[in-house]
């Protein structure tokens, strides 16, 4: 008859069942207690015991086998299968997984439905069994199937995607199998001020690309930024953002109904921690809109009466710095609860690599009052090679209107103290005194919407880095419609984020006058620039920005982890590859980070983000030229209404004498 069937009892008894089965089967019972299987009957099944082809009780073989469920695991997802019919009066009721002994994931049928149904499988799993439960015939439980270890390799991530445009990068996105899948913002772009019923809508029209990239990674997660919040350039004022929060945990996340990220005040920043010690990946996913104060000169760019109000919106964030309004703007980004939740993700984690979502800009922030004589010097001089270089960048672009000849800063940066080596010598730094006429977190140009012109939470945020010093930390964004590698270059190895925007929706690729300003913009504003390494090809050949493309794109994050001795991870090696690939995968950007630089030179890395110029830095020396632009349309207004009112004017009236 084939394999011989023993009865797995609930209490001890029969069959010679091990004290441990008969403790595991009284606990699933207990499981069913506190999980989706309350009101299933848990007593009969006490009574019964489970059968599996491992130990069972006599049954006829055929029996037995149609109930036992068949594990197929395929990535991060187990099918679970049951060879039963289903009929009201006999059915297969539920199955559930256990991963090394705890339950994990369940699923209950109805008589009307396959008993066939997958399974999320956690990342640090090493076994798996599966459960079925009929409404008849006992529990009956598969054999143990062996998940081996699964270090994280790949993790991909983007923003910026149209919903009513095709999206063939997804192609090229999959041909990575990545782990994870992050968004970093603008999963759909609804129109302005949507509705909750609209932001549902345009998430529902990409509901089959979202499935399928679900399907094939085990991290499916990420943050909204403004567009998929509901409005453009919103923050903490939007009156629909409890809405836009439950969309996205809905849609996007598929985050279970009693998820902490549902009610936790601040928005729905949460972390992930992936693979297991000493190969430990920390996602940190920060909301960037829920909490968020307004800009020093609330944002046009939600007044959906302008004609081009993103336009309108870049304008005043260029103007505000140029003229440094908003240098000394205390509002927040993240929130009172937010801040204190990253506070302990960062200082309690014993990952070896940590990625910060952002979905708007972070760096630079180097805002300190602190200055000595000779870090003035170096300054002075790194100045003047700054806007040399602009100005070789600019080129043709500037000379014929002399422009060139004005591209410098009027005034000297001001850094900060050293890099500290003990961390309990690392010393607070105070608010500094308001600079004088001074979601990216590290860019310097002042056009698009970044941490940059919250000075404050800024400089909050890169010295908690500096303070916490996360082993492999790295920032990634979206938002700016186009890829970018941003840093320092007194930094340890450089690079400090990672931004990657345009999916399906880029600067370059809309062509015509919003390409030429992009590159007009990334040539004038790039001191915050990592060069790409060339590690995969000759440097800059795809990148005539340098650590920047305006192509459509999408970033990636490889983990070549070191090898270990024995006892654990040799911290001396490995890295990450950070790449942005085009449409069909080819990589455009690529930058490597070393892993295990240890707490002095992570706290160096971020010393150096501080040091960075500011955006007010790098507008300053545009107030000449916007004070002569308004004076020119001021000169050119008064001159065309004098015309027009002497061409208006009524010729004056001539009297003839007649003659008498």
């Not at 908003?326 to 990625?355: F, K, M, P, Y």
């Not at 650590?547 to 991870?569: H, K, M, R, Y």
Request: with cysteine; charged share 20%; aromatic share 6%.
């Amino acid at each position: 008859m084939g394999q011989k069937w023993t009865r797995r009892t609930g209490d001890g008894r029969g069959g010679g069942v091990p004290a441990l089965v008969a403790r595991r089967c009284r606990d699933r019972a207990n499981h069913l207690h506190t999980t989706a299987f309350m009101g299933l009957p848990t007593k009969e099944w006490k009574a019964r015991g489970a059968f599996s082809e491992v130990d069972s009780g006599g049954n006829p073989e055929a029996k037995v086998r149609k109930h036992v469920p068949v594990v197929t695991v395929e990535g991060s997802k187990a099918k679970i299968a049951v060879n039963h019919g289903m009929a009201p009066d006999h059915w297969i009721q539920a199955v559930w997984i256990e991963a090394d002994g705890k339950p994990v994931a369940e699923h209950v049928f109805a008589p009307t439905d396959m008993p066939e149904v997958e399974l999320d499988i956690p990342t640090d799993a090493t076994e798996i069994t599966a459960f079925s439960m009929c409404n008849l015939h006992d529990v009956y439980t598969s054999p143990a199937t062996p998940i081996g270890a699964r270090d994280v390799r790949l993790i991909a991530f983007g923003s910026c995607r149209k919903q009513s445009l095709p999206a063939p990068i997804w192609d090229a996105v999959l041909s990575l199998r990545p782990d994870a899948w992050l968004w970093t913002g603008d999963a759909v772009y609804p129109r302005g001020n949507a509705s909750p019923e609209e932001l549902r809508g345009a998430y529902r029209k990409v509901a089959a690309d979202d499935s399928r990239v679900r399907s094939a990674v085990r991290v499916y997660d990420g943050v909204y930024d403004d567009h998929d919040f509901g409005l453009n350039d919103a923050g903490s004022a939007f009156v629909g953002r409890e809405a836009s929060r439950q969309a996205f945990l809905d849609e996007i996340v598929r985050a279970p109904a009693g998820s902490v990220r549902r009610t936790q005040p601040g928005g729905l920043y949460g972390s992930r921690t992936l693979g297991r010690p000493p190969r430990q990946v920390k996602l940190i996913m920060l909301d960037t809109r829920f909490s968020r104060d307004d800009h020093a000169i609330p944002s046009v760019g939600g007044l959906s009466w302008l004609p081009k109000p993103g336009y309108a919106a870049a304008a005043v964030r260029l103007a505000s710095a140029a003229f440094g309004i908003g240098s000394a703007h205390d509002g927040d980004v993240l929130g009172s609860e937010q801040w204190s939740w990253l506070r302990t993700e960062l200082t309690n984690s014993s990952a070896a690599v940590h990625i910060i979502v952002s979905s708007i800009q972070p760096l630079p922030a180097k805002e300190q009052a602190a200055v000595r004589i000779p870090q003035q010097q170096k300054l002075n001089a790194r100045t003047s090679q700054s806007h040399s270089a602009r100005r070789l960048a600019l080129g043709p672009l500037c000379h014929p209107c002399g422009l060139h000849h004005r591209l410098r800063i009027g005034s000297a940066r001001r850094p900060s103290a050293g890099p500290d080596t003990d961390r309990d010598s690392v010393a607070p730094y105070s608010p500094p005194p308001p600079p004088p006429p001074s979601h990216q977190v590290l860019t310097t140009s002042p056009v698009v919407e970044s941490w940059g012109h919250f000075p404050a939470s800024r400089r909050r945020l890169l010295e908690l880095l500096r303070e916490a010093r996360p082993a492999g930390a790295l920032l990634v964004s979206g938002d700016v419609h186009y890829a970018e590698m941003l840093g320092a270059a007194a930094a340890p190895a450089g690079i400090l984020e990672f931004t990657s925007s345009g999916l399906n929706r880029s600067c370059g690729s809309k062509g015509g006058l919003p390409r030429l300003l992009c590159q007009i913009f990334l040539r004038i504003w790039h001191a915050h620039r990592q060069p790409h390494d060339g590690v995969s090809g000759p440097a800059g050949a795809a990148t005539p920005l340098g650590g920047a493309s305006v192509e459509l794109n999408f970033g990636s994050i490889g983990i070549d982890w070191p090898a270990t001795d024995g006892q654990g991870l040799d911290r001396s090696g490995g890295s990450l590859i950070i790449q942005a690939h085009g449409v069909d995968g080819t990589p455009l950007l690529r930058h490597q980070l070393p892993l295990g630089l240890g707490g002095q030179l992570e706290a160096q890395r971020w010393q150096a983000a501080l040091d960075m110029p500011t955006i007010f830095d790098e507008a300053l020396w545009l107030r000449g030229p916007v004070v002569s632009g308004i004076l020119l349309v001021a000169a050119a207004f008064c001159i065309l209404c004098g015309c027009l009112r002497r061409r208006h004017r009524a010729p004056p009236t001539k009297v003839r004498d007649k003659a008498a």
